[in-house]
Structure formats: structure tokens, C-alpha cells
């Protein structure tokens, strides 16, 4: 199960963020979509089938919404926050760049 949140906009559509574990840090998705069924469900199409979204204890930021509006696929990632609180000054990926890449050998 993901970590994340959700927000509605005017327009009734919905920016659905998740933190999912990749590697040894973790990415943030970011989903845009009409509602948060269909965000879910835009994961899943791309082969991340065990993504559930359990309440909003991590929406998204009004930057990463401006991010993922601006973005045309709606569908964008970047590396997770550490866990000590450093955050990343990274810019956002489009999803077909994660999906592309192979995952790191421990």
C-alpha cells in the first residue's frame, strides 16, 4: 500500500499524489485525472497493479498540482523525500522514464 493523498479541484477533477517505494529511495507520483478511480486505474494500466490509495495523509502540494497540470500526459514522478526530512531538488519526470528504467540491484 502507497502513501499519499488526494485533491479536488474547481473543475471537479482530481490530482492524486502517492510516495511508492522504488529502489532504495522511493518515488512521488503524481496522477491527474476525473476522479480518484480513474487515477488509480491509469497506474494500474501502466503495470503498477498493487496501488491503493488509504485515506489523504499526503496530498499533493500546490506546487506538484501546478506540476501535473502544466505536464501534457497528466502523469509525472520525481524521488521521494528522505525520511530525515531532506528534500530533493529534482524536476518532475514524465511516468514513461520510471517505467523505462531498470531497477537498481541491492
Not at 497506474?43 to 496530498?59: C, D, F, S, T, V
Not at 502523469?75 to 528504467?101: C, F, S, Y
Request: glycine share 8%.
Amino acid at each position: 500500500m502507497a502513501a499519499g493523498g488526494f485533491c479536488k479541484l474547481p473543475n471537479g477533477t482530481v490530482v492524486v499524489a502517492l510516495n511508492l517505494p522504488y529502489g532504495s529511495a522511493g518515488v512521488r507520483v503524481l496522477v491527474h485525472a476525473q476522479n480518484r478511480a480513474r487515477a488509480l486505474t491509469r497506474l494500474r494500466n501502466l503495470g503498477l497493479r498493487a496501488i491503493y490509495l488509504r485515506g489523504n495523509a499526503e496530498p499533493p502540494t500546490p506546487d506538484e498540482i501546478t506540476a501535473v497540470l502544466h505536464h501534457p500526459d497528466g502523469l509525472i514522478w520525481r524521488t521521494a523525500a528522505a525520511d530525515n526530512g531532506v528534500t530533493v531538488n529534482e524536476l518532475w519526470h514524465p511516468i514513461r522514464a520510471l517505467l523505462r528504467r531498470p531497477t537498481p540491484q541491492a
